[in-house]
Structures are given as structure tokens and as C-alpha cells.
């Protein structure tokens, strides 16, 4: 290929990201200490992956309050100390030549568990062993964790503020762009789930409704940050009946370009763990499709492993970017590999010199 649109440059506002190949968030359960401070882990992991020649890394789900953990070991931006922190990731990171993302989440009813290693154990932390309670849009627990209390309306504009701040963080870390997370069954999610909020207040029920903390969000980090790029990941289907479908999360899209939002990066799933999920290659793209024929650029993300196919979904026009997860877990170095492949003209200049030798 003469000039595959996967290392052509993308523009995110006033930010130009290098390549349109990213990297997707993966919790990494390693702040050790529980403070929510990315560590040396968190340094050699991004730093490998900007280094690989992705053009954006996108930070694990961060807790934009300490209940919005994930889990005790997960990271999080409300203070000062993880604030310096992701600074420095910034630097090593851009150093590297990619931009860096951070996805800013509350996991809701899916808060406080153990995190999710080989030989652990499963399911929520006790509040007597480092857990705390949870909360959602209901009382109804996540299967195999703890209830969770429901959130009263009075409490939702502090959530939002929580929102605004971590961003506000972010860009003084000197982040590039900032991902909303409402997949996966967390807060965001849960409140755009049929399944998981059963409120009958204006924030349940219809649509509009079930969306409208979400478009808070968007909207309040939009105003405070008129230049920031915000991407919003959501889950566009439930993959159940009564679930979230994808029609919906077309409406969605469509409310949050006029919010302000610049992206959106499709996934599915993650708030039902009976759902039936046909789980093989480009399995989500479909997802990204619908979602950008609302009117909003979109991500595809789920089992891209090829270089053609990742070509194939925005030669197409499924997608804007391509973000891959687990394949850049095994091959930080995968970008460099398949700009080869796909013999794009910058190829070469995306190996870092000291490789040079071991070019391919």
C-alpha cells in the first residue's frame, strides 16, 4: 500500500496524533500501595507501548473518586500526588513520539473487588479488608458482588464535579486528551442500562433519561475545557433483550457530538455476565459502524489482530481509529511490525534509533 490510512495522521481538535493505530485501556491492578499512584510498572508499561509506535496510549480506568476504584490496586486521579505522577508518564510517553489518554471512570456496583489476576480470589472486597460500599443507579448488585446503595439525585452534580476535576488534573499532567468511560457495566453504563437502572426519576426510565448523567459529564468537562479532546467509550449493545441495544446507542452518539464529544470508542457488553457475547475476529466493528452513521468519528476496538483487517475496518469507513488490547499485551512492537507490512511511507521513522539495527 502507498499510504494505508492506519499511519496517516489523526486530528483530534488542535491535537495531531501520528498514527490512527491506539492502544485500548487495561487495568493493571498495580498501584501496590492502594493510593491510587501509578508506579514503575505503570512507567515501563506506557513507555513500552508509546515506544512500539502506537499514536495513542490510553491510560487504564481511573477512579475519578477513591469508591470509583475498580479495585483497591487500581489507579486514580483526585489528589496531588497522583497528579505528579501521571506527569511524569506524560513526559516518558511523549518522549516515545505517541500522545497519552486517560480513561476516568466510577465503577459503580462493580466497585471494590478484587482485582482481577490468575489465582486470586473473585468478587467484592470486604469493607473490613480494604473494600468500602458501592454505589449505582439502583439497588441491584452486579451477579457474585456485593448490593450496592442507590445514588440519591442529590449526590449526582458532585459526581459530575469529580469528573471535571480529574480532567482538569489530567491536563495540567500535560495529558493530551481525556476517555469517559461508560462501558463495561460501570457507573456511566449502569446508568444507560435497562438492566441495571430501574430509577424513576430523570435519571431513568426513557432514554434521555437513563443518558442524561452521562451527558452531564461530557458536558461540564467540554465547558471547563473548550480545546480537550474527550472520547467517550461506551458498551453499544448488552447483548441481551432489555438490555442496552444499538439503536440506542446511536441516539446516544448523536446527543453527545452536540455535547461536545469527539469520538467515541465502541465496545460492547460487560453489565450482564450471562450475556451471550459471539465473541470472534471484528466482532465489535459492526458496533463502531452504526455508532459513526450518527454522525460522530468512532474507534473499533475487539480480537483486530491483522494488519489487513485493521486497514480493511477504516478503508471501509466502520472506523476512524483502530485501538488494539491484548495483541499490543503480547507485541508492545506490533504498530512497528505491521507499518512495515502495510509499507507505510513513515515506517521507518517509527523505530526508535537505538532499534534501529533490528528493523524490519
Request: net charge negative; glycine share 10%; with cysteine.
Amino acid at each position: 500500500m502507498a499510504d494505508p490510512l492506519l499511519f496517516r495522521p489523526y486530528r483530534l481538535r488542535r491535537t495531531e496524533v501520528r498514527n490512527r493505530l491506539w492502544v485500548s485501556p487495561m487495568c493493571q491492578y498495580s498501584a501496590e500501595a492502594q493510593d491510587g499512584v501509578p508506579t514503575d510498572w505503570h512507567l515501563s508499561h506506557l513507555g513500552g507501548l508509546a515506544r512500539g509506535g502506537a499514536g495513542m496510549v490510553i491510560m487504564e480506568a481511573t477512579g475519578v473518586v477513591p469508591e470509583g476504584r475498580i479495585s483497591p490496586f487500581c489507579l486514580g486521579l483526585w489528589n496531588d500526588e497522583q497528579e505528579a505522577a501521571f506527569a511524569r508518564l506524560a513526559e516518558v510517553v511523549h518522549a516515545h513520539g505517541a500522545k497519552l489518554a486517560v480513561q476516568l471512570g466510577h465503577a459503580g456496583r462493580k466497585a471494590s473487588t478484587y482485582p482481577w489476576m490468575p489465582g486470586g480470589p473473585e468478587g467484592s472486597v470486604p469493607v473490613g479488608s480494604g473494600g468500602w460500599p458501592t454505589v449505582a443507579p439502583s439497588a441491584a448488585a452486579f451477579d457474585g458482588f456485593a448490593e450496592p446503595r442507590a445514588l440519591e439525585r442529590e449526590e449526582l452534580p458532585e459526581l459530575v464535579r469529580a469528573f471535571v476535576a480529574a480532567s482538569s488534573r489530567a491536563v495540567r499532567a500535560g495529558l493530551d486528551a481525556v476517555e469517559i468511560h461508560a462501558a463495561h457495566g460501570y457507573l456511566l453504563h449502569q446508568f444507560l442500562s435497562p438492566l441495571s437502572n430501574f430509577r424513576t426519576d430523570a435519571y431513568g426510565g426513557a432514554l434521555e433519561n437513563r443518558a442524561r448523567l452521562l451527558r452531564e459529564v461530557v458536558c461540564a468537562v467540554r465547558a471547563e475545557h473548550p480545546e480537550l479532546p474527550i472520547l467517550v467509550r461506551i458498551s453499544a449493545t448488552d447483548w441481551l433483550p432489555g438490555g442496552f441495544e444499538l439503536h440506542e446507542a446511536q441516539q446516544v452518539a448523536a446527543w453527545l457530538a452536540e455535547d461536545g464529544a469527539d469520538l467515541v470508542d465502541c465496545s460492547t457488553g460487560g453489565n450482564a455476565p450471562e450475556a451471550p457475547i459471539p465473541v470472534g475476529p471484528s466482532y465489535q466493528v459492526h458496533c463502531a459502524a452504526a455508532v459513526r452513521d450518527a454522525g460522530i468519528p468512532t474507534g473499533a476496538v475487539g480480537l483486530i489482530t491483522e494488519a489487513a483487517q485493521a486497514e480493511g475496518i477504516l478503508v471501509t469507513g466502520q472506523a476512524d481509529v483502530v485501538l488494539l488490547g491484548r495483541a499490543l499485551l503480547r507485541d508492545p512492537h506490533l504498530p512497528l511490525r505491521w507499518a512495515h507490512e502495510l509499507r507505510a511511507p513513515g515506517a521507518d521513522a517509527l523505530v526508535p534509533r537505538q532499534y534501529w539495527r533490528a528493523r524490519f
